[in-house]
């Protein structure tokens, strides 16, 4: 067990390119989640899946936004045309369905929008 | 709507000195609170889940305490590797976890 992971661990990019973030969770571990994370402030809820199943979404998840988990193992998160206000931390965590309280988090992905 | 605030927002002790940071919370249908500590840079790291009133949690100098409507982590002689910010959060019957802002704990030598 190797803890879940997220790659990049760091992403600079220009105001309005795409970009795409990917998550390995826990294996064996049917949900992951998505938060985003601000400078002093605690992670906000994104969206997250159970197994492939994509269960909630967010207000803050703009249709500019959109998740993955195809074959419910890794997912993906695309932000398309990046805004300066998308400069956040984005964390992904997984639980295992038994214990959907406790929930292990990834080392996040540090995204600048220039 | 469901919030956590937690307090104060940052707090500086000296190596030892033993303090206490508290988490209020407002949620319908409390399914657990949780503790985290995460360091600069990194993800947030799990420490506890508290389930009901009275319950409390250990562990090395940390210790956790539920009331109905406030959560205190206690700190015992803490040490500057104890520097980290605490994050608390809860779970409602919805399965989202809210966060509160955190407090920044700084333990200087």
């Known amino acids: 067990d190797t803890g879940v992971s997220q790659d990049p661990r760091h992403k600079i990019t220009k105001r309005g390119q795409n970009v795409t973030f990917r998550c390995d969770p826990i294996?064996?571990?049917?949900?992951l989640y998505w938060y985003r994370q601000t400078l002093g402030q605690g992670p906000e809820f994104l969206t997250y899946?159970?197994?492939?199943?994509?269960?909630?979404k967010s207000r803050l998840l703009s249709d500019r936004f959109s998740a993955e988990r195809p074959k419910g193992s890794f997912s993906t998160l695309e932000i398309q045309r990046t805004e300066q206000g998308d400069s956040a931390m984005y964390l992904c965590?997984?639980?295992?369905?038994?214990?959907?309280?406790?929930?292990?988090f990834g080392p996040g992905t540090r995204l600048t929008v220039l | 709507e469901d919030q956590v605030t937690q307090s104060p927002e940052a707090l500086r002790l000296q190596e030892g000195e033993s303090s206490s940071l508290n988490c209020s919370y407002t949620?319908?249908?409390?399914?657990?609170l949780f503790w985290y500590r995460q360091d600069p840079g990194k993800g947030p790291e799990f420490l506890f889940t508290?389930?009901?009133a009275g319950e409390e949690k250990e562990k090395e100098r940390l210790k956790a305490t539920l009331t109905k409507k406030e959560s205190f982590l206690h700190i015992t002689a803490p040490k500057p590797e104890d520097s980290a910010t605490y994050l608390c959060?809860?779970?409602?019957?919805?399965?989202?976890?809210?966060f509160g802002k955190g407090t920044r704990l700084h333990i200087l030598p």
């Open positions: 965590a997984s639980s295992p369905l038994a214990h959907t309280d406790t929930q292990y």
């Open positions: 294996s064996e571990h049917n949900r």
């Open positions: 899946f159970q197994n492939e199943a994509q269960l909630e």
């Open positions: 949620v319908s249908g409390l399914r657990g």
């Open positions: 508290l389930y009901s």
């Open positions: 959060a809860v779970q409602a019957g919805d399965d989202k976890i809210i």
